[in-house]
């Protein structure tokens, strides 16, 4: 673990140099500042894990640089320094967003308890909340849904190429599931408990992807202030998912090129390569062949990513995964918007099956969750959807019928609700809004299997 890097502020030299010692010894990187403005400006050149400020200042008071920290940098945390006249304010500090606060005379064993749990209690917060990104990432990601061809014979390609090292290039119209589909091979993979490291190269400005990537030496450029990992080694053992391709950079193609053929780096500013492992997804929503034709993607780096192409059909080429899809998104938002939706019809779905649907599932998934909004009741129809081309044709290329995927859908619903109600069809029917017998019609009619408690 990296030393942790403590600020301190004082306008008394010798207080900021006894805890400047002190904190050295104990292991600490130091830095030191006269008033609340010094500090300011050194937190905005540098990386600070925890500030110790004294209280009163010449300068304005400790509770203003504070408040300032705590705005611009919410993760430092600021432990208060303060005479006995100022314990009051040092306690309203703490609502302020202070972790502790310290009387003075002190000793300096104090000072290194507080700045310890400090330094403890940061890590805890950080971890949790990479925990809740990654908790968060599997809900949404984690489930793949459609029973379409299409989407079978995309899965089989995931399982297939999961366990290798290979590079993937997935290709797929805007909202098909491109990010969804490279987890699932993260996910499948050996790789699946080290990190999956998504980059979006048209996001990033073109000179910073470079050192994004590779990562940079101190000095290597104006603003290195420091070294810094890039993503590469922060995928170490896991996954790089680099998602829109297409967009790198021609002279960064050579780079990334040799950093997949000799497993390599070379971070910005540095004359020691390092060794990388680590797996490449792409993607891209672009022909890339195209791109090479035309002169703005390298045909080496085409041919080395394209190891194994993926490719996702465009949702109007699998329209029978879209009953599934609506299902799945109703029971997604009925959590998400505190909702009870239950029912679609027949013409609805209908519709929605019929659309063009250019921006794919993302499209589809937004238009549910509008009308879902919308949605006083329990059943979404065709009026929550005002905008959609509507239609009447049955819709083209299906395989399913209506009648069969509308069941389906109310058989999922039914499903759920028995679910989390722990099999108390009382419960399950008032969730529902049907009366019991209704709930045991549906549950005959519709082929309901499940155990009685
Ligand atoms: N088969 C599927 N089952 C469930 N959800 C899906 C499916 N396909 C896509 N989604 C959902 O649709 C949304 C878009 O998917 P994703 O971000 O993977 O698409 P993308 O191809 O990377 O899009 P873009 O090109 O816009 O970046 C996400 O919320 C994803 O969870
Ligand atoms: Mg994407």
């Known amino acids: ?36 403005n010094d500090a300011l400006n050194i937190l905005k050149k540098q990386s ?11 300068d304005g008071d400790g509770m203003d640089l504070l408040r300032a920290i705590k705005n611009d940098h919410p993760n430092i945390e600021v432990i208060l320094l303060t005479g006995y006249g100022t314990i009051e304010k040092a306690v309203d500090a703490m609502k302020d967003g202070a972790y502790d606060f310290i009387t003075k005379p002190f000793k300096k064993a104090v000072i290194l308890g507080a700045v310890e749990r400090a330094v403890e209690r940061q890590l805890l917060t950080q971890e949790n909340k990479y925990l809740k990104a990654q908790l968060g990432s599997m809900k949404s990601y984690d489930t793949i849904i459609g029973n379409s061809q299409a989407l079978r014979d995309v899965l089989a390609m995931v399982e297939r190429v999961a366990p290798l090292t290979s590079t993937v290039l997935i290709s797929g119209a805007s909202g098909t599931g491109k990010e969804l589909i490279a987890r699932a091979i993260h996910r499948h993979s050996p790789r699946a408990l080290k990190r999956f490291v998504p980059i979006n190269c048209a996001a990033i400005p073109e000179n910073l992807i470079e050192s994004e990537l590779f990562g940079h030496m101190k000095g290597s450029f104006t603003g290195a202030m420091r070294d810094k990992e890039g993503l590469f080694k922060v995928a170490t053992g896991g996954t790089l998912f680099l998602d829109e391709i297409s967009s790198m950079p021609l002279n960064l193609q050579v780079k990334l090129l040799r950093a997949i053929e000799q497993k390599e780096i070379l971070p910005v500013g540095s004359t020691n390569p390092e060794v990388v492992d680590v797996r490449i997804v792409g993607a891209t929503n672009k022909e890339l062949f195209a791109a090479v034709e035309a002169g703005t993607f390298r045909e080496d780096l085409y041919y080395r990513l394209n190891v194994i192409g993926i490719t996702i059909p465009p949702l109007k080429e699998r329209i029978d995964d879209i009953p599934d899809l609506v299902a799945h998104f109703v029971e997604v938002y ?10 679609i019809d027949e013409h609805t779905l209908r519709v929605l099956m ?10 589809l998934e937004n238009a549910v969750e509008r009308a879902m909004i919308l949605c006083d009741g329990n059943d979404l129809s065709i009026e929550q959807f005002p905008y959609l081309y509507s239609t009447n044709e049955a819709p083209r290329g ?22 989390a109600a722990g099999n108390d069809k ?13 709930l045991y019609r549906k549950i005959t009619e519709l082929g309901i299997e499940f155990k009685e408690e």
């Open 48 to 58: 600070v894990d925890i500030v110790l400020s004294d209280l009163k200042m010449p």
């Open 354 to 363: 019929n659309q063009p649907w250019k921006g794919n599932v993302r499209e």
């Open 1 to 36: 673990m990296h030393a942790r890097t403590v600020l301190v502020v004082d306008d008394e030299s010798s207080v900021r140099s006894s805890l400047e010692m002190a904190l050295g010894k104990a292991g600490y990187l130091t830095r030191t500042a006269a008033s609340g």
């Open 426 to 438: 009382h419960e399950a029917a008032n969730s529902l809004g049907l009366s019991l017998s209704s």
């Open 398 to 419: 299906s395989g399913n019928d209506l009648k069969s995927s509308v069941r389906n859908f109310e058989k999922g619903t039914i499903l759920n609700a028995l679910k």
């Open 334 to 343: 009925n959590v998400q918007l505190n909702k009870q939706i239950h029912k």
